[in-house]
């Protein structure tokens, strides 16, 4: 997945290519299963924004910041959410 | 603990069993995890509640009185398990669900239900309450939190959100019982009336979907039933409405690939509504206290030292503090045996009080400080929030083997012992993930391991030293309990692979903020833990204690007495404990046992040990000590118990014991599943006895296999 820049500046990757402290706004959730699911009932939803605080050491999870509390999720999940990145 | 609730007020005939509690009008309590739920239930009922397991399952149910309008008409209240959402298919949804449909047996449609709603995270909380609200049935949202929210900078408009809502909301502040008074008036007020429903609408296409199956005829669905039929995770059971739902979900497929998405945006929308209407947000962009918090506990560097660091503390903790209660409890029923002993007449029933009742209950309080210890642990480090953060830093790790970060804490306690361990697989939501937590959980080398160490070590391998300065003793400790984390990798690895195989289970999980425990919470989380594991595993142990007891007494060995004199010097030196030992049950078992052990270097003297060791582990010290008649009072530093254990001979005139065979023999005891304790409490959290069995079989299994390459690799390198 590439990132690319619209017209307005702002850039569309995947959550898991946001740099640490990044904010951004979720665009669309792939995949159908229950873990996308579970991730919008989280409130991962397009339009939410979001906000990257770290990642596990190791390649471990990313922590999120999301409707003003903070989420782990891992980095296979974390591609599968596309974002706008906000400069 | 049985928290008793035979009050006079309650044991009135309708009402004798709390449990089913016929007749009483149920309200639940909904929320999610971390919301405050607990501490609410905790306050409104007080300790009259009572914890016990939804049929089938082992989700907890916690249930309690409430005296809403009286002491003397005290209601039933129902704390549902933590949750986020009513739709996934984890067990604790499915459970919530079903009560809220009135579809569990012994638990009535609630008449009313508290959504408990945390003020510093209205969004996500509100969530659930929005799909409770689509049941229809009167709904009293509790607002927890809202002194927390109040100093973040978020004023909500009460009054404004239960407008829009169509539901009272009440502030509480459960530890300071304030708001209580309050949501009782509300609960009252709702009782008997009928919900407002969900305020939200889909599009066009799908409302007309439910609605068409709505209308029909055969099926007699409510809104939120329909819903579910057309967007659940699983499609309904029965024909024709699965036919039906089935239809309706091609056709909306077919329109947009998002259409499952819908239910879960019309939500969130009305939310982002209510929430834009109803609360003032005046913080700046801050970091919160929590986010500078975790700039050390989630460090990439300092933050695993930092566990790492917690976790010797809980250790050190719990291996100084809780011997010295252990060591009591066990003096203390050695004096109760004592006492029945000079008591009562020698004979069988004095027997079976002292070497099988006390000694079986004894041998399972006595597990009860170090429970104790480690659930304290637990719950404070739940409550605060750190294990969320252990988990985080951990997952990695974990995930590489195939298991959830949320199973690194149970597997670490089970270094301590793995009971409180094995219990504390519960924040494991995935079934599979769960068992294969459990099954390698043992291998862990846990407290009542280290008398077998000490005492081999300290008969073989004493004050030998490698370098000058780094003794044996602690290097061979050190192996072992590598030995049983490798084990258990390999283990967990090969399983996550064959028998419990489950896509990798995905992560994602709220990061609570930190927060001061409440430590009446705590308490009471500890002893309705330990409780739980007194009353379920103690039964099983007891059984067992007694049945070990008569292998190790029958047939009766009867002292001849006109050979005393005759003999004086045999019966001087041969204890007759010794010779019953030798000819019982379990000594004829040792014997029979004898070939299959001998190729782990082990003779039959061992075999007794051994058998009367699948009770407990360190049971094998003081089995040995019978056998080489040292007195049972013996322990694993004993320097008579070392000498004759060094000094034992084979038939054949050799030393039974070789550096090499006491090698072999802890090998064999980091992986036997050598505790009926644990047995009792698999049994227990998996419901079945179809994965305890397995576990000792496969456990003892590896052991033996362990064992036969420790010793037949030795003796060919030219050892022993």
Not at chain 2, 31 to 45: D, E, M, R, S
Not at chain 2, 644 to 667: I, N
Not at chain 2, 690 to 707: C, D, E, G, Q
Request: glycine share 8%; charged share 15%; net charge neutral.
């Amino acid at each position: 997945m590439s990132s690319t820049i619209s017209l307005n500046g702002s850039t569309t990757s995947s959550l898991s290519q946001l740099p640490i402290g990044a904010h951004a706004r979720v665009l669309s959730i792939g995949g159908t299963g229950s873990t996308a699911r579970r991730l919008m009932e989280m409130g991962v939803i397009p339009g939410a924004p979001v906000r990257v605080i770290k990642s596990a050491p190791l390649g471990g999870p990313l922590e999120i910041c999301v409707r003003g509390y903070h989420l782990a999720l891992r980095q296979t999940e974390a591609r599968t959410i596309m974002v706008s990145n906000e400069q | 603990m049985s928290v008793t609730l035979q009050s006079p007020v309650v044991s009135n005939p309708s009402e004798q069993d709390p449990q089913i509690g016929a007749g009483a009008v149920l309200i639940a309590l909904a929320g999610n995890p971390n919301a405050g739920k607990t501490t609410l239930f905790n306050a409104l009922t007080g300790m009259r509640q009572k914890v016990a397991n939804y049929p089938g399952v082992t989700v907890e149910r916690k249930e309690g009185w409430w005296a809403l309008d009286s002491p003397a008409k005290p209601l039933r209240l129902l704390d549902l398990p933590g949750l986020y959402s009513l739709d996934a298919t984890s067990i604790d949804e499915q459970i919530a669900r079903n009560v809220l449909l009135g579809k569990v047996g012994g638990v009535p449609a609630p008449v009313v239900t508290i959504a408990v709603v945390d003020a510093t995270n209205l969004e996500r909380n509100l969530y659930l309450v929005t799909q409770i609200l689509e049941y229809g049935r009167p709904v009293v949202v509790a607002l927890t939190m809202s002194d927390l929210a109040k100093k973040a900078g978020v004023e909500i408009d009460v009054a404004a959100m239960s407008n829009s809502l169509g539901v009272p909301v009440v502030p509480v502040v459960a530890a300071q019982r304030t708001g209580l008074n309050e949501l009782s008036a509300a609960v009252r007020k709702v009782l008997g009336s009928v919900g407002p429903g969900a305020g939200w609408r889909l599009s066009v296409d799908a409302e007309t979907e439910i609605d068409s199956l709505l209308s029909a005829d055969g099926f007699r669905l409510d809104r939120r039933a329909a819903i579910e039929a057309i967007y659940g995770d699983d499609l309904p059971v029965d024909e024709p409405l699965r036919t039906a739902a089935l239809s309706a979900r091609e056709r909306l497929a077919a329109a947009s690939p998002d259409w499952w998405q819908e239910p879960l945006l019309a939500r969130y929308q009305w939310i982002e509504t209510i929430v834009g209407e109803t609360v003032t947000h005046r913080q700046g962009s801050a970091a919160t206290t929590s986010e500078k918090i975790d700039g050390w506990l989630t460090h990439r560097f300092f933050g695993p030292l930092i566990l790492l660091g917690v976790m010797l503390l809980v250790f050190q903790t719990i291996f100084s503090w809780a011997s010295v209660p252990m060591d009591l409890i066990d003096h203390g029923f050695g004096l109760l045996a004592d006492l029945v002993r000079t008591n009562m007449a020698p004979g069988l029933l004095t027997d079976l009080l002292t070497d099988g009742v006390i000694a079986g209950v004894g041998g399972v309080l006595v597990f009860l400080p170090q429970i104790l210890l480690l659930f304290f642990f637990i719950s404070i480090l739940e409550d605060t929030g750190y294990m969320a953060r252990a988990a985080f830093l951990m997952d990695r790790l974990m995930h590489g083997v195939g298991l959830h970060g949320k199973a690194f804490m149970p597997l670490l306690s089970s270094f301590a012992c793995a009971i409180p361990g094995i219990m504390a697989t519960r924040t494991i939501e995935n079934p599979k993930d769960r068992i294969a937590t459990i099954m390698i959980a043992p291998f862990m080398s846990c407290s009542a391991r280290l008398p077998v160490y000490t005492l081999m070590i300290g008969a073989f391998f004493a004050e030998q030293k490698v370098l000058g300065i780094v003794s044996v003793g602690a290097i061979l400790i050190l192996a072992m309990y590598l030995l049983g984390i490798v084990v258990a990798i390999a283990v967990a690895f090969l399983f996550k692979r064959t028998i419990l195989k489950a896509p990798a289970p995905p992560l994602v999980m709220e990061m609570p903020p930190y927060r001061i425990p409440n430590f009446f919470t705590i308490a009471h989380d500890m002893f309705t833990r330990a409780g739980l594991f007194l009353k379920r595993a103690g039964t099983v142990i007891l059984a067992i204690s007694i049945v070990l007891w008569a292998l190790a007494s029958f047939p009766r060995y009867h002292a001849p007495a006109s050979d005393a004199n005759a003999s004086t010097s045999e019966a001087a030196t041969v204890d007759p404990h010794t010779i019953q030992l030798e000819q019982s049950f379990a000594g004829r078992g040792g014997k029979i046992l004898e070939p299959v052990i001998r190729p782990l270097g082990f003779d039959w003297k061992m075999g007794i040990a051994l058998i009367s060791s699948f009770a407990a582990r360190e049971t094998l010290v003081s089995t040995l000590s019978i056998i080489y008649n040292v007195g049972d009072d013996a322990d694993e530093k004993s320097d008579s118990l070392i000498g004759a254990v060094r000094g034992a001979k084979r038939e054949d005139g050799k030393p039974a014991w070789t550096p090499l065979v006491a090698l072999s023999m802890m090998v064999f005891f980091v992986l036997a599943c050598q505790c009926m304790s644990t047995v009792a409490i698999v049994r227990r959290e998996t419901n079945s006895w179809r994965w305890p069995l397995f576990m000792v079989a496969y456990m003892t299994a590896l052991a033996w296999i362990a064992s036969f390459i420790t010793f037949q690799g030795g003796r060919l390198l030219g050892f022993g």
